[in-house]
């Protein structure tokens, strides 16, 4: 017989407690992968009626604030980094950081979403 998980067993999340990243600057912070609801409200409002982002640098803050669990950051601090970093700085090191860790980075697997518990 097949044992379920329980609902709060589903709900319990499965992300940890992150991992430390030291940006190219030497500065160092611990970040976390994104929730499945975290990945979805960071781009909510922010779509045009064709589905582009209208505020690619919002969506980014709240991923930042999201993600970088040490030291926490509020959206009005990450947009003070965002006008101070460079283009391929810390920040954009960080997001490729987050982008990985949420399973979301550059050579992510994307294939067959329907083979994941076929039997």
């Known amino acids: 017989m097949t044992e379920y998980a ?21 500065k160092k912070v611990r970040v976390r992968g994104l929730t499945r609801y975290e990945s979805m409200f960071s781009a909510k409002g922010l779509m045009d009626s064709d589905g582009v982002l ?35 700085g810390d920040l954009k090191v960080l997001m490729d950081h987050i982008k990985a860790l949420s399973g979301r980075g550059e050579g992510a697997d994307k294939s067959d979403p329907g083979a994941a518990g076929d039997d």
């Open 54 to 88: 209208t505020d690619i640098a919002l969506y980014e803050r709240r991923q930042v604030v999201a993600c970088v669990v040490q030291p926490k950051l509020t959206l009005a601090q990450v947009e003070k980094w965002q006008r101070k970093s460079g283009a391929n």
């Open 6 to 26: 329980s609902a709060d067993e589903l709900a319990e999340g499965d992300l940890g407690d992150g991992e430390d990243l030291t940006l190219p600057s030497g």
